[in-house]
């Protein structure tokens, strides 16, 4: 039987949308998923409250119609927003969800917004700790940072999920906007500066697409002028870096100047897919973010590791190296 489809979404048996995608998104919900997963399950001495923004929210669900021929078991899973809702469900601080959903098609927009309201009430989060906007980016981001603001948000733990389409859709401003919303907080009789968490997805493809037939994408994504980051480029496609990671590098350096700290830069490769890469960065002064990447220590900025998925790996291998994550989280916290 074909699916069932509303307004170019799919929608299941009880009525939630889904967005229809490839089966290569499976694997950016994967890592998501396992950050999430290693944040709010190990943290287990002196909790600290945890708030989610998604501003790419979409409608929080996928659907992928040949997710069984890829390996997958199941053809739905969570996208950004489903999973940010349940882990914050079920994380016993969990507390403010701020979701923008964005569709030019205003008509699809109300969906993607009603979708995410049932999801978010299915998990238990309803307002006043739960907000969902349907703003483009820039009105989106100013309201995602009235409502912390208003909430108190910004003194306590707080993540932002940035998953654009493409790279325009997330102006540097922005990245920069969030990187510089720290807060001071007394810690064992020290002043310490909390910093939000960040994970971009960074479209990598249409940076690279567009480094000489269209320059300005470059401008706005990576917040410099052509004469500034145009040299940075060349200096790493001299020393033997193809336009991609060239391209990883500089915004990476960016990151780490932003935020004083080098992002993990992981790039998911796509097994029997040579053409598609992802590439998250995370920015984040949280050890689960580190052992989420199955890392020791704090990598260099552009010490990337290609990680190839496959399908029938489920979790990433972090178990073993818990006990010793646990000490270090508990510690932090
Ligand atoms: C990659 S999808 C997000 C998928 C979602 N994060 C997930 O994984 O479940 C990008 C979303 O950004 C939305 N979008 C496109 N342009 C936008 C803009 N200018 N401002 C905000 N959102 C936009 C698209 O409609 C789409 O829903």
């Given at each position: 039987m074909p699916p069932q489809t509303d307004e170019g979404f799919y929608r299941d048996d009880e009525g939630y949308l889904h967005d229809i995608v490839k089966w290569h998104t499976r694997q950016k919900h994967k890592f998501i998923e396992e950050y999430l997963r290693v944040w709010t399950n190990y943290v287990k001495k002196h909790q600290p409250t945890l708030d989610i923004f998604d501003l790419y929210a979409s409608t929080g669900l996928c659907y992928c119609a040949d997710s069984e021929e890829s390996g997958g078991s199941e053809p739905t899973w969570e996208g950004t927003a489903g999973l940010a809702a349940r882990y914050l469900s079920s994380y016993p601080k969990g507390r403010h969800l701020f979701l923008n959903t964005y569709n030019e098609d205003r008509k699809k927009c109300s969906k993607q917004a009603e979708n995410l309201a049932k999801i978010a009430t299915k998990c238990g989060r309803t307002p006043p700790y739960t907000s969902i906007t349907t703003l483009p980016i820039e009105e989106a981001f100013e309201a995602a940072i009235d409502y912390g603001e208003r909430n108190g948000i910004f003194n306590y733990p707080n993540i932002w999920i940035l998953d654009p389409y493409r790279s325009t859709d997330l102006p540097w401003s922005i990245v920069e906007r969030i990187g510089n919303l720290k807060r001071s907080y007394p810690s064992n009789g020290?002043?310490?500066?909390?910093?939000?968490?960040?994970?971009?997805?960074?479209?990598?493809?249409?940076?690279?697409?567009?480094?000489?037939?269209?320059?300005?994408?470059?401008?706005?994504?990576?917040?410099?002028?052509?004469?500034?980051?145009?040299?940075?480029?060349?200096?790493?496609?001299?020393?033997?870096?193809?336009t991609r990671r060239a391209i990883i590098n500089v915004y990476a350096e960016r990151l780490s100047v932003l935020y004083e700290k080098p992002p993990v830069v992981t790039e998911i490769k796509?097994?029997?897919?040579?053409?598609?890469?992802?590439?998250?960065?995370?920015?984040?002064?949280?050890?689960?973010?580190?052992?989420?990447?199955?890392?020791?220590?704090?990598?260099?900025?552009?010490?990337?590791?290609?990680?190839?998925?496959?399908?029938?790996?489920?979790?990433?291998?972090?178990?073993?190296?818990?006990?010793?994550?646990?000490?270090?989280?508990?510690?932090?916290?």
């Open positions: 020290a002043m310490k500066v909390r910093k939000p968490e960040m994970i971009i997805n960074l479209m990598t493809n249409d940076l690279q697409r567009n480094i000489d037939i269209n320059p300005r994408i470059l401008d706005v994504a990576l917040g410099m002028s052509e004469s500034e980051w145009r040299p940075k480029i060349d200096s790493y496609l001299s020393n033997g870096h193809d796509i097994t029997n897919d040579t053409a598609i890469v992802y590439c998250l960065l995370l920015c984040t002064d949280s050890p689960a973010g580190y052992y989420v990447y199955n890392l020791k220590g704090l990598p260099e900025f552009n010490n990337w590791r290609i990680s190839t998925w496959k399908p029938d790996a489920e979790k990433i291998t972090i178990e073993k190296k818990l006990p010793k994550a646990q000490k270090k989280l508990d510690k932090f916290f």
